[in-house]
DNA sequence: TGAACATATGAACATGTATTCATATTAAGG
DNA sequence: CCTTAATATGAATACATGTTCATATGTTCA
């Protein structure tokens, strides 16, 4: 990929200029995405929003969800290692939870911008 | 899909109910994963990070971000279809911009997140 | 220990998606 | 008008991803 493929007709020097001064990096915009892409699913929407009201264990998320044990399972196996939720056993059943505030946030941040 | 795929074992019935009433729509859970599908690639992080800084043309977000002019414009035209930057023409020139402040907000968040 | 239950996981499959390549469209200037 | 520049777009390709199915793992309790 050539950097001259507009050299001779970039319009804005001086813009071009100030962007690339305040550029974020590969590496930034690739964990951003990737962050953002764990939202980026209808089902682990509906996971994080329920798990915004309360702890669940996976049986419940799937009822509710109305979503396969297994497909609950894979999907949450996702949040947990993008550490957007956190487990914990109790006997046989596991439960789910949000690992942090900025979560919920997030996703109300974003139900603001659609709800217009 | 059936509904009672855990029906004899489910344990908080209670809090089942509760999660219900809250629920976010399926319609809802939908909108919104396909407004943060928007950010969940690096290039779309990109351009929208530099057009947070200002407006800009093809050929300069090209140019900053080392990506062809073609795969630019297609992501342009999804984040023009997703109604997240807008576009004016100035002669052969088509300057493209963010649509409101809530993506920039939503943008900042993701990387409050990502940097602790 | 063995049965039953809750959860996890690998493979397979179907679908979605980002880029490239070639080409079309639109506008300005001679 | 005809050329050139800026941008848009359709088709093709390679790759990622969500679900299902079958099965494994881990835990309780009789």
Same mark, same amino acid.
């Given at each position: 990929?050539?950097?001259?493929?507009?050299?001779?007709?970039?319009?804005?020097?001086?813009?071009?200029?100030?962007?690339?001064?305040?550029?974020?990096?590969?590496?930034?915009?690739?964990?951003?995405?990737?962050?953002?892409?764990?939202?980026?699913?209808?089902?682990?929407?509906?996971?994080?929003? !329920?798990?915004?009201?309360?702890?669940?264990? /996976?049986?419940?998320? *799937?009822?509710?969800? @109305?979503?396969? +044990? $297994?497909?609950?399972?894979?999907?949450?196996?996702?949040?947990?290692?993008?550490?957007? !939720?956190?487990?914990?056993?109790?006997?046989? /059943?596991?439960?789910? *939870?949000?690992?942090? @505030?900025?979560? +919920? $946030?997030?996703?109300?941040?974003?139900?603001?911008?659609?709800?217009?």
């Amino acid at each position: 990929m050539e950097k001259d493929r507009c050299a001779v007709t970039i319009i804005h020097h001086d813009l071009i200029k100030r962007v690339e001064d305040k550029m974020i990096s590969d590496s930034e915009a690739v964990d951003l995405a990737h962050f953002f892409k764990v939202f980026s699913d209808p089902t682990r929407v509906k996971i994080l929003y !329920v798990l915004g009201v309360q702890e669940m264990c /996976v049986c419940d998320i *799937s009822y509710v969800l @109305d979503v396969s +044990q $297994s497909a609950v399972s894979h999907q949450l196996k996702i949040l947990r290692q993008a550490r957007i !939720v956190k487990n914990r056993r109790d006997g046989k /059943v596991m439960y789910y *939870s949000l690992d942090d @505030d900025h979560i +919920q $946030s997030v996703l109300m941040k974003g139900l603001e911008h659609i709800n217009e």
